[in-house]
Each structure stands twice: as structure tokens, then as C-alpha cells.
């Protein structure tokens, strides 16, 4: 993975430095609340609804172990023992003290990490698909580019204050793990007449207008990537609107201005900026290319070492649900699910951080992703160390066996901890997952993408969830909005909306109605949630949600 | 002279642990709802929100936050200000832990 430079340790150690005196500066009074506010959040500081929260980067969804150690001991010494990874592949801390937050980030520092641009209407944290460089159906591994683009984004002074936020995903792979189609940007490597590109994806996202990105370029030949994406988001810088922040993320101004206009400006500014790259962005691009070589991996599984995946029942669910064929052959890429049924997902405790650490030191080449799924992986398993992986998994309590199930949920902080959601996310969640553990139905219901946001801001990518569910407020209490047939997959697809919300004691019981009903409506096992939706429509679905108005029809 | 009646507290985040708190008449602030000032005068309201904004090196986003009075103290009255005053539902946390 890619180590610090010089120049970066430099960068990252400076901004410490200027944070704590900041901070100083705040607690003795010489800086207001309001002067102290953007700081704060340039280095990824908030102040939610109990305390404040520390948003940190994982560029790309990669640590290693020394970093997830560091993790576990922040969480530790700092905040209450846990931490909570998200679907931008962060992770947060939840419990941080103002005046602890600058040891935090020495402490980040240290193991080459920052929260620089994870708040702010800037660059964010560039997000890959989180089986890069390990996945058997990629072109090649994305996250070169990604750093390529975390160094050029960081710190970029034309893009410090941009309309809004802008976000960055890059995926490797033609099936999409990334939700390329709902960021700000989605770069899709392709290749034409034997040369590597991207096809460039703009103007996606979820939130309170959800768009499905449109291709601005299907292709961009990798040396021109760089200007190109400096066109893209310097036109975006001009055009986007100020006036009204809901309308000021590049998805409305690619509807307003529409993907032609859009694409006319691009291409004149790409033709203006192209010949101030000299090179230098390539030359890096290679430098970089070097920190992403894979391990030196062991020699394929010996014969005989698949019969180890029969041991028992157990184990045998968990290889069924938790393991993806790697490019190399004798080795697997291991999810790790976060979302034990009454577990909140996504959080980690420092034990967990430890064993994960340990567990990728000692048969994981070292290496660690987060997933937007809100999991974690090893990418570079042996065949032959599935076994011991397991055991090493179940006594951490990270053995959950629901990678792809419906308890294996997205969902987003909520009103638990988020100062701008308007419902809770988390219980909704905890209370779905514990019922169809009961039920032992998740098996047989099969794949299904179930998420869940706490507001309209759609942290939780409820729209492109087969299920989503959507917490408001409605005449002073909490209510659900399920939308059905969403897809975050190569050919993405928001969801419909279904009809009323659902009270905070009606939403589980809307989920068995709905779930129940579609094991009916299927055609056979083989037909998923979302191909049955897909088949029949909305409306045997939502005659399940709402068995009233059919009786009253 | 206000004829609409009120029940308020004021409440911010402690700017040093972020802490939810609650302004106690006159000047001090607990971590309690239950020990806050309940204020039933708009131009009170108004004069303890100011405070609380003057007290900047000590709060921050302080806001007046209805409640109903209750015989062990005021309740929120709008479910996210119940969360601000309990903490958590997932882990006890927070106010849970006092």
C-alpha cells in the first residue's frame, strides 16, 4: 500500500500542528465559535447531537495492520472503546473531547492517516471498490488512481471552497462495488484498442434528489485523466450554484445545464488546462503504482485443502456467505461482517480492531479493507488458512455468517448520534436483523440489500437499496419510508417510493409482511427480492405493505 | 408582556466535551435535564438564551428546547430532545453512564 512521502509526512504533521493551536486558541477564548467552525471541520471535527465526532479518512477502504492497531488503540485511550466505519469508507469516533482531538490526530499521524477533507465542501475521501487488486473479474487494481487523485484533490487550492462537497468513487471492475452511478464523480476503468481508461461518470447521488450519474466521457485515456478531472470539477467550481446549497451539488447543475452543455464546457477547459500538465502526474502515477504491487503470495492451495471448507456446519455457512473468488487461484478475499443480528452496524470495538489487526498480520499479507457496506476485508486469504481465519473470527465474535443477507444491513448513524437526522436508524436496524435471525428464514430469503438513513441526507444509500428505508419525522414522532427496487450495482437504480411511512412499532412487522410475501411471489428459490421485484412490478409488493387498502379496494 | 405560555430550558453542548447540557438559573449548568431551570416567561426565555450565548468559552449552540413539566422535573417534549437527554439507544452511554 502506499507509504507517506516526505513531503506528505511533512503536510500531515503541519496541519496537526495548526489544529492544536487552533484549538488552544478556541478553549482560551481568542477564537469565537463561529471562526473556530470551519477549522474544525476542514479537519473533520463535528459537533453532534451527544458529543463531538471525529470523521477520520481510510483512503480507498485500505489499512494495514499497524493502522488498524492505532485504531483500536485511539478508541481506547480517547473515546469509548469502539469505532463506527461508513459507507464513505471513514471511520468516526463518536465520544472525542475537544481538547483530546489533537493527540488523535497525532496519534493518526503517526500511523499515516488524517481527517483532512472529510468535511467541508471540498474533495472527500476518494472511495474504491473494496475488493481492488484482489478481485478475479477486474481489469486491474483502481487505487493507484485513487491515491493519484487523494494527492492531487488534497489541499487543492482551487477546490477548497467549492459549491458543496464533491465526492469520488473508482472502481477497477465492470461489476460495480464502488456505487459509481451515485457520486459526484464515478470513474469505471475500460480499456479500447489495448489502452487503459475510465469512463467518466458525472453528476450521481443520493440525498434529497437522487440521481443516477450520467457518462460524460466513455472514455478518458488514463494520461489524460488527471486534466480531465480537473476540467470536470473547475467547470463544476464556476457553474455550480451558490445561492441555494440544495441545488449546489454538480447533480443539479448536470440537470439544469444538461449532460451536453456540461460536456462543451468540459472539453473547452480540458483543452485549456491539458498542456499545463507536463508529465509530472504520470511520473507519479508510476511512483505510485509501485506501493500497489501485490504480496508475494504462497504457492496455490495443496490438493486436497478445498475438502477443509467441509468441516462443519458452521463453517460451511459462513465460507457459503462471507468468501469471493480472488484473481489468484489457492487464495479467497474474506468479508468480515460487522452486522451481527443486535449489533449496530459498521462498529468495531478495539478487542475486534486487534483480532483483525492480528488476523491480517498473520495470514492476510497484511492487509485490511473497509467496505461502503460497512465491513471489513482480507483481501489475500490462503485456501489453506480458511479454517484457522474462522476460528480466529469466531473467538473476536466477528464470525457472522450474513455477507449479501438481509441482516447484513447499511445503515447510518441516525438520530442516535447525527445532528442533522430527523429518526434513528440504528434500532431499526438492530430489531430487523434479531427478527429474521429468529425466524431462520435469512437463508432462504437469499440476497437482498436492505439499508437504512435516518434522513433525507441518504447517508445510509437507502435509495439504492432493493429495500430502503427512510426515517422521518411525521407530527412529532419517528416514521419509516420503505422505497423498493433500488440497485447500487453496475446498472444502478433508485428506488420507488411505496407509499405512507411506517410508525417506529409498524416498520418491522411492514419488513415480515413484505418479506413473507415475497417467498410467495417468487418464481422459484433461485428468483431474488429484487428479480421478483423486478418482474412483477410494485404493486403485489405493495399490496403486502398495505394489506388495508386492498381490503378497503 | 408575553401571553403565550411557555415551557422551555435552555440547553447547548459543552464546548470542551461536547457534552448536552442544561442552563440552572442563574449561572450554572448541568448535565441533567432534570435538574434545569424550567422557564415559562418569553422574556426569561430570551434572557437565558442570550446568556447562554455570552457564555461562548464555556457552550456552544445553545437553543431553547420545550418541555413539559413533570413532578421529577422537566421531560422533552420532542423525541429528539428526549435523545439528547438519555444518550444513545444502542450502547449507555452518554447520560446513561452518569
Known amino acids: ?553 | 408582556m408575553s401571553v403565550t405560555p411557555i415551557s422551555k430550558v435552555v440547553t447547548a453542548n459543552d464546548l470542551r466535551s461536547g457534552e448536552v447540557i442544561y442552563l440552572r438559573f442563574p449561572h450554572d449548568w448541568t448535565l441533567e435535564l432534570s435538574k434545569a431551570s424550567v422557564i415559562t416567561d418569553v422574556d426569561l426565555a430570551q434572557a437565558g438564551l442570550a446568556y447562554a450565548q455570552g457564555q461562548s468559552n464555556v457552550v456552544v449552540g445553545a437553543y431553547l428546547s420545550d418541555v413539559v413539566a413533570e413532578a421529577d422535573g422537566p421531560k422533552a417534549s420532542h423525541f429528539r430532545d428526549t435523545f439528547r437527554s438519555t444518550g444513545p439507544s444502542n450502547y449507555r452511554h452518554g447520560k446513561q453512564e452518569i
Open chain 1, 1 to 553: 500500500m502506499y507509504q507517506y512521502s516526505n513531503f506528505d509526512h511533512e503536510f500531515v504533521a503541519q496541519r496537526v500542528a495548526q489544529f492544536r493551536a487552533q484549538v488552544a486558541r478556541r478553549l482560551d477564548g481568542s477564537l469565537s465559535e463561529e471562526e473556530f467552525k470551519p477549522l474544525r471541520l476542514m479537519n473533520g471535527l463535528y459537533l453532534q447531537l451527544h458529543a463531538y465526532m471525529l470523521r477520520v479518512a481510510i483512503p480507498y477502504g485500505t489499512l494495514n495492520s499497524r493502522q488498524m492497531d492505532q485504531l483500536a488503540m485511539i478508541v481506547e485511550r480517547w473515546d469509548k472503546g469502539y469505532g463506527h466505519f461508513t459507507t464513505r469508507q471513514n471511520i468516526q469516533f463518536n465520544w472525542p473531547k475537544l481538547e483530546d482531538v489533537p493527540d488523535i490526530l497525532q496519534a493518526l499521524a503517526d500511523v499515516e492517516m488524517h481527517a483532512i477533507q472529510t468535511s467541508g465542501n471540498t474533495i472527500r475521501n476518494v472511495t474504491a471498490d473494496h475488493f481492488a487488486g484482489a478481485a478475479a473479474d477486474e481489469i486491474a487494481d483502481p487505487r493507484p488512481v485513487a491515491e493519484l487523485i487523494r494527492q492531487w484533490s488534497t489541499d487543492h487550492p482551487e477546490f477548497q471552497f467549492l459549491p458543496r462537497k464533491f465526492k469520488i468513487a473508482v472502481t477497477g471492475s465492470p461489476h460495480d462495488r464502488a456505487v459509481t452511478q451515485a457520486h459526484d464523480i464515478g470513474l469505471r476503468m475500460t480499456e479500447q484498442n489495448g489502452s487503459r481508461g475510465f469512463e467518466v461518470i458525472v453528476g450521481g447521488g443520493l440525498g434529497r434528489t437522487p440521481m443516477i450519474g450520467k457518462t460524460l466521457s466513455p472514455f478518458v485515456p488514463l494520461e489524460d485523466l488527471l486534466p480531465y478531472l480537473e476540467a470536470v470539477v473547475s467547470t463544476y467550481n464556476l457553474l455550480g450554484r451558490r445561492d441555494n446549497k440544495y441545488k449546489a451539488r454538480i447533480k443539479i447543475t448536470t440537470h439544469e445545464h444538461g449532460i451536453d452543455e456540461i460536456k462543451q464546457r468540459v472539453d473547452a477547459q480540458f483543452a485549456k488546462i491539458k498542456p499545463m500538465f507536463s508529465g509530472a502526474d504520470l511520473q507519479l502515477l508510476k511512483d505510485i503504482e509501485r506501493h500497489f504491487e501485490p504480496p508475494k503470495l504462497k504457492p496455490a492451495a495443496p490438493a486436497g485443502a478445498a475438502q477443509t471448507v467441509a468441516q462443519t456446519p458452521a463453517f460451511r455457512a459462513w465460507h457459503d456467505t462471507n468468501i469471493t473468488a480472488h484473481k489468484v487461484p489457492g487464495y479467497a478475499i474474506v468479508s468480515v461482517s460487522l452486522k451481527k443480528p443486535g449489533a449496530t452496524p459498521g462498529d468495531a470495538t478495539a478487542a475486534q480492531m486487534r483480532a483483525l489487526a492480528q488476523i491480517a498480520r498473520n495470514f492476510g499479507h497484511d492487509a485490511l479493507r473497509i467496505s461502503h457496506e460497512q465491513n471489513v476485508i482480507l483481501p489475500y486469504v490462503h485456501l489453506a488458512d480458511l479454517p484457522q481465519v474462522y476460528q480466529a473470527l469466531r473467538q473476536a465474535d466477528l464470525a457472522t455468517a450474513n455477507i449479501g443477507l438481509i441482516s447484513d444491513i447499511i445503515a447510518c448513524p441516525g438520530m442516535d448520534y447525527c445532528a442533522l437526522a430527523t429518526a434513528r436508524s440504528i434500532p431499526v436496524a438492530q430489531q430487523i436483523a434479531t427478527h429474521f435471525e429468529a425466524l431462520t428464514l435469512e437463508h432462504d430469503i437469499g440476497p437482498l440489500k436492505l439499508k437504512i438513513s435516518g434522513c433525507i441526507n441518504a447517508c445510509g444509500h437507502h435509495h439504492v437499496g432493493h429495500i430502503g428505508i427512510l426515517g422521518l419525522e411525521k407530527a412529532g414522532v419517528e416514521s419509516y419510508q420503505i422505497t423498493l427496487g433500488g440497485d447500487a450495482g453496475a446498472e444502478a437504480e433508485i428506488g420507488t417510493r411505496a407509499g405512507p411511512g411506517f410508525g417506529a412499532d409498524e416498520i418491522v412487522p411492514a419488513i415480515e409482511r413484505l418479506i413473507l410475501g415475497y417467498l410467495h411471489l417468487r418464481a422459484d428459490e433461485t428468483e431474488s427480492f429484487l428479480e421478483a421485484y423486478r418482474r412483477l412490478g410494485l404493486a403485489p409488493f405493495k399490496a403486502l405493505l398495505y394489506p388495508q387498502e386492498k381490503k378497503a379496494a
